[in-house]
């Protein structure tokens, strides 16, 4: 069946509001048409991850947009760029190559869209709430809004996000409607310990292996213990997109459309089983390290996604017991707001002379911010490990974070916790 | 051999088929200064897609594919048709905003993509509404059917 749109629609394609709407309402229609959905619904709000430069047809598409005068028409927040604009001394980039990255940054600025350059922006005043309609890119965003907060996106990306934002529209298809939401995949855990069941590591082995598993079907998970706070769920969900292509999983007893198990399958029977062992756990963080133990530290990389301010607030007592010494940088990605307030608060006073490099705006695996990149970089951080040997070419060891800092404090890869 | 397809980009092409024994992801994956497959774990890294229909079964990974494959059609490095065997609205996206920035159509097609080898010659052109001919013949000879001019888009 064609795409049918709405009266508002078909105004919007022909340009009555002006050349951007039409623009971005011809290639949202276009798109939903090759997906099949039958008509487009209202957003309430975008997040757009366009800001990160892959060439000339990323600027361009935007400033054309911009020299049309065009605006968002709902709110509308930024994922990272490849600069840092509040720190741009850490950016290793000449300034022909800065130039258009910093353009593209700026021109979705102009578009009207909340220069809040972050990837967690369900962090910030923007966080939608349950059953809200929205339209947003990055892959850890949308799994969470999805499945911690119960918002609902579809996985969308480069551009179209933008098309949404530019529009107010979505296509009726896919996560936007209830019946996808359903689960299809049983992932069970059993066999863990107490005393080790709530690390971080837990949660983002856990993401590897429904990533890995889950294929197109939605996972739903059973026995994972309480998360100690949503930011447990966060590195779940950016691991379960890194290895896969999750975009909503549910966790029975936890996340919000899974209260119990028949309510995450919507009274269905799961099509798969897959059961999770202590094994299976240790053998996916195994796999996330590709440097041995004792290893020459050359940096430390946490906040992929964006620390909190609960991560901060764990963080920071823990940094002054360890006290690193051995100047290796410790780098933290977050988000400038959440930057802003720390730093107005005093409570990062000192932390310089423990390595810390607070980064915002952009993440250290996007561009060109390590000192160095011939030592091995150690990560408390799934998606982190995933994506940087093949994006700046380092060597990674994972860890949780008393890892981390412990290793900055001897300088070579140690390990305090163990799974 | 005569196959119907659906044109999720619509469009007229002719080329030499490469076919790729997985799924590629175009962001981490294509060179966009050359078109060459430059992720080292794909089967047919260091194969490059400037100018070739490329045929696969489907898309992969992240949705900076649009981008990249963009950014291809924009340097004259994309292939000349993209063929697959299921949709991929990522690859869709990156040839629909290309088209729209800078009037460079490169089709996309998805049909049954089976008995179809790399150095076939490959013909697409447009029977109807969203749909797709393609003729694929052997590489020695010409595509069954006369080449008819027609203009991309």
Redesign the interface.
């Known amino acids: 069946m064609p795409l049918q749109l709405n009266a508002l629609d078909t105004a919007m394609l022909n340009g009555d509001f002006g050349p951007a709407a039409a623009?971005a309402m011809?290639?949202l229609a276009?798109?939903s048409e090759?997906?099949?959905a039958p008509s487009l619904l209202d957003i309430s709000r975008a997040h757009v991850?366009g800001c990160?430069y892959?060439?000339?047809?990323?600027l361009?598409?935007v400033e054309?947009l911009a020299a049309q005068g065009g605006r968002v028409r709902v709110p509308t927040t930024l994922n990272v760029g490849s600069l840092d604009l509040i720190h741009p001394e850490l950016i290793r980039l000449d300034s022909a190559q800065q130039a258009p990255r910093r353009r593209l940054m700026q021109a979705h600025e102009e578009l009207g869209c909340v220069p809040s350059f972050t990837c967690a922006p369900y962090q910030t005043l923007f966080r939608p709430s349950f059953g809200e309609q929205i339209a947003w890119?990055e892959?850890n965003a949308i799994v969470f809004a999805n499945s911690a907060i119960g918002a609902r996106t579809n996985?969308?990306?480069?551009?179209?996000d933008l098309c949404c934002a530019m529009t107010g529209r979505a296509p009726a298809w896919g996560l936007h409607l209830s019946e996808n939401r359903r689960g299809r995949i049983l992932f069970r855990i059993a066999g863990l310990k107490d005393s080790r069941a709530a690390t971080d590591g837990l949660y983002v082995a856990v993401g590897l292996l429904i990533g890995a598993q889950a294929g197109e079907m939605i996972p739903v998970i059973e026995g994972l213990p309480p998360p100690r706070d949503e930011d447990q769920l966060k590195a779940l969900g950016a691991a379960a997109a890194s290895a896969g292509a999750v975009g909503l999983f549910h966790a029975v007893g936890i996340t919000p459309e899974a209260p119990n198990l028949a309510e995450a399958f919507h009274g269905k029977a799961p099509e798969a089983t897959v059961a999770i062992g202590p094994g299976d756990i240790a053998q996916a963080l195994r796999q996330l390290s590709n440097a041995p133990d004792g290893a020459p530290v050359a940096a430390i990389c946490l906040g992929t996604p964006h620390f909190s301010r609960r991560e901060w607030e764990r963080f920071l007592p823990l940094l002054r017991d360890f006290a690193p010494r051995a100047g290796v940088p410790i780098y933290v990605n977050t988000g400038r707001a959440t930057l802003a307030a720390l730093e107005a608060e005093g409570l990062l006073d000192g932390a310089n002379e423990y390595g810390l490099v607070a980064v915002a705006d952009t993440c250290t695996y996007v561009t060109a911010i390590l000192a160095r990149l011939d030592g091995v970089v150690m990560t408390n951080s799934g998606k982190w490990a995933h994506y940087a040997p093949?994006?700046i070419g380092v060597r990674v060891a994972f860890g949780e974070i008393e890892d981390c800092l412990a290793s900055a404090a001897a300088g070579r890869v140690t390990r305090v916790s163990s799974w | 051999m005569v196959r119907t397809g659906r044109f999720?980009?619509e469009g007229a092409a002719e080329g030499i088929a490469l076919v790729l024994a997985a799924p590629l992801s175009f962001?981490?994956g294509v060179a966009?200064e050359s078109g060459e497959i430059i992720d080292r774990s794909h089967p047919d890294c260091g194969q490059n897609v400037a100018g070739r229909i490329l045929v696969m079964a489907g898309g992969r990974g992240?949705?900076?594919?649009?981008?990249?494959l963009?950014?291809t059609?924009?340097?004259g490095v994309a292939p000349a048709a993209i063929v697959l065997g299921r949709?991929d609205?990522?690859l869709?996206?990156?040839a629909?905003?290309?088209r729209?920035?800078?009037g460079l159509v490169c089709p996309i097609v998805v049909c049954a993509i089976d008995g179809v080898a790399s150095g076939d010659r490959i013909r697409i052109e447009a029977v109807g509404a969203d749909i797709a001919a393609l003729h694929i013949g052997n590489p020695f000879s010409p595509p069954c059917g006369e080449k008819v001019a027609r203009s991309a888009g």
Do not use: C, K, M
């Open positions: 623009s011809a290639i276009a798109f090759a997906i099949g991850d990160l892959h060439g000339q047809a990323s361009d598409f054309r890119g892959s996985r969308y990306g480069d551009f179209i093949g994006n | 999720f980009v962001w981490g966009v992240s949705s900076s594919s649009s981008s990249v963009a950014e059609i924009r340097r949709p609205p990522i869709t996206v990156g629909l905003v290309a729209e920035l800078y």
